[in-house]
């Protein structure tokens, strides 16, 4: 079956401006991830759905960054008023229940540039 | 709070050498352990997990035991060709249901002909 896809895969951006990455999950999978991973910083864990709901939220930078769910399935990840720091590779996972022993798919990224 | 620590990179070796990846966690209880693998260009994917102690995680040659003793979950290979060049992160989950993945920093791996 399909892995997780995300779009686009790459964006360019003016600071300032909103932007909105895309994440379709793998079927069936019940929980949800947002990640970022940049230069300096690694991998840093953003937000987590399951089903619609975002039980934990703790990773969100700053309130510019928010998250939605919809139907179980696809993911909208939005920055508003980007700034350069928010230049990273965002990556987006899922897992079948979302439990501490389950694999997560991660999807191929969007890497996210603002000038 | 809960982490991950591993070897620093970048990592160089010629082909055929013995490969190990040093990682130690710190987490209360009985976190899930994992090994992922980002080849250049490529999104990350997972290598291997082990989700108790003593548990042995293996695939495409590579290795890594939970030990629980010394918090540590090492990846070892003994003979490293140059496709496996890529950066490896160790990670945990925590014991808790529902739980986001916790990543080291990577490690850099290069393996020469």
């Known amino acids: 079956g399909a892995g997780v896809s995300q779009s686009p895969s790459n964006k360019v951006t003016e600071k300032g401006k909103d932007v909105e990455l895309r994440c379709d999950p793998i079927?069936?999978?019940?929980?949800l991830y947002w990640y970022r991973q940049s230069l300096g910083q690694g991998l840093e864990f953003l937000i987590y759905f399951q089903g619609n709901s975002a039980p934990d939220k703790s990773g969100l930078p700053s309130d510019r960054f928010s998250a939605e769910r919809t139907g179980g399935s696809v993911s909208t990840l939005t920055i508003q008023r980007t700034q350069q720091e928010d230049s990273a590779v965002y990556l987006c996972?899922?897992?079948?229940?979302?439990?501490?022993?389950?694999?997560?798919?991660f999807g191929p990224g969007t890497r996210l540039t603002v000038l | 709070g809960d982490s991950v620590t591993q070897m620093e990179g970048p990592v160089t070796l010629s082909e055929e050498a013995f490969l190990t990846i040093n990682c130690t966690y710190t987490a209360t209880g009985y976190p899930s352990l994992f090994w992922y693998v980002q080849y250049p260009g490529e999104g990350l994917q997972l290598l291997l997990k082990a989700t108790k102690a003593d548990d042995k995680g293996s695939n495409k040659g590579f290795e890594a035991t939970y030990r629980k003793e010394t918090t540590s979950f090492h990846l070892e290979k003994g003979s490293v060709q140059v496709s496996d060049s890529a950066v490896y992160f160790c990670?945990?989950?925590?014991?808790?249901?529902?739980?986001?993945?916790?990543f080291g920093p990577g490690t850099s791996l290069s393996v020469i002909p």
């Open positions: 996972a899922s897992s079948f229940l979302g439990q501490s022993t389950d694999t997560q798919y």
């Open positions: 990670a945990l989950s925590r014991e808790t249901s529902y739980d986001k993945v916790i």
């Open positions: 079927s069936g999978h019940t929980a």
